[in-house]
């Protein structure tokens, strides 16, 4: 399958589409148009031919930025940065040669990853000085798990290094990749963790033994928010076979961790719808500085390379998913405190309740806005940062974090599930107990994993 570079829109399915598959891709006419005109105009334009000619003293500054240090980035999201600074140039307002362009697209098309490292990144421009590193055959790339010098490349791929001019050094540098393909990717799993959550939330409440009206149409039409609506709708569709009844008979109403599913899920889910649209203006977005206008005939020195649309948008995601785990967590405690001493257990349940207490609390520490900060070096010599690195990286651990409760609070339903005489309450509920049926989950690390894989795999 071949995804074609061009000036069309690109949504966030078809990024994932492309990041997830083994696409290949391939400049449009048009993008190699926009290409190669705002190349020729930008060496029309700058009389300084130190500024346009491609040596390799220019790499210099390169090499200068390459000073990332802890664990590389995986190469999932080198894969998108590579695609998102290739979307970039292909604008046509970066003034790059079509040569580098295409260098880029190999390496995408042929699953060379530059090592990219990701230890509290500052400044973009060190992830991106990693990135960039292996046009001019230097610093590592990795091969199918495998790290080889960049150095290689040339007898592997006959790809030898390319001179880079002053103008391509400084658009290699200047971008929001790093931060916007973590956002983009942070966003994707996101919209699934929702998804899921309600899943969850479902087994959970039938286990429980609610009752249906804290979900009813009626709850909707005099609170009627769009996140809210949608939730409570998918938990009805979800436990329409439930053996939960409409409404209690007592009048008593159950605890807020299950009657208020449909407004924290709903306010978490229109965060996301928020955040959405954040990411995508920026992945089809031109974030280099300078930006050339061809059509104008300008060169404008701007700040299209600030990071902090995208910094407060990822604390926020980070809160929001904060606060879905913290729901998670009370009902996990509502189902531990509803096990009567009659039910026979070879389980330490508590210990579910006491792992993700660990999980919140590390939660609570990475969900601190990194968006207010701004380093002080050199008695403010440096200007203000943006944050997006540090913000998205945490980010995406949040989200790895929530996951794994959601996965507990699963294990737990179902364990506790087994126990009662309840029917299946729906048809993906079936499909996670043969799911594990299938496999040998010895330990509740394994059976966490499994239920991870479970939701990765199935589609809800």
Known sequence: MVHYISNEVLLLEQLDTIINTDVKLKLSEEAVLNIEKCHTFFTEKVKDTSLSEATEQHCTQLRHYACGIGERLPCKLVRIMLFLKVQ???????????????RLIDFFNNGVYPVVYSKDIPDERIALAHLSLP????????????????????????????????????????????????????????????????????????????NLSAFSELMQVVRPHKGLVETAQHLRTLLKDST????????????????????????????????????????????????????????????????LPLSLSMDFLSITLTSLGNISERRVFYLLSNVGKDIETEID????????????????????????????????????????????????????????????????????????????????????????????????????????????????
């Open 244 to 307: 939960l009844v409409d409404s209690p008979e007592d009048f008593q109403s159950m605890p807020e961790a299950f009657c208020s599913i449909p407004q924290i899920h709903g306010a978490v889910r229109e965060a996301i719808a928020a955040i959405r649209k954040v990411v995508k203006t920026e992945i089809n977005s031109v974030t280099d500085n300078p930006i050339l206008f061809p059509e104008q005939g300008e060169i404008i020195f701007g700040g299209n390379s600030h990071t």
């Open 135 to 210: 046009l001019i055959g230097e610093g590592e790339v990795c091969i199918q798990n495998k790290i080889y010098s960049a150095q290689e490349l040339a007898s592997k791929y006959g790809w030898e290094p390319l001179p880079l001019s002053q103008r391509e050094v400084d658009a290699l540098l200047n971008g929001t990749q790093l931060t916007t393909a973590y956002s983009a990717h942070n966003l994707i799993e996101s919209l699934k963790l929702i998804e899921w959550a309600d899943f969850v939330a479902s087994v959970s409440t039938q286990v429980f033994g609610g």
């Open 349 to 460: 349940y508590p210990i579910f309740q006491r792992i993700i207490e660990g999980i919140l609390n590390e939660n609570r520490r990475l969900s601190t806005p990194s968006s207010i900060e701004s380093p002080i070096l050199f008695e403010k010599t440096i200007d203000i940062k943006g944050m997006g690195g540090s913000s998205a990286i945490k980010c995406s651990q949040i989200v790895k974090n929530v996951m794994q409760i959601i996965a507990i609070e699963l294990i737990l339903a179902t364990s506790l599930w087994k126990k009662k005489p309840l029917r299946y309450h729906s048809s993906i509920f079936k499909d996670y107990l043969d799911f594990i049926a299938e496999e040998e989950a010895t330990t509740l690390k394994k059976q966490i994993e499994y239920t991870i894989q479970f939701f990765n795999s199935t589609q809800n």
């Open 88 to 102: 970039s140039f292909s604008y046509g307002f970066s003034g790059v040669r079509l040569a580098l362009v295409q």
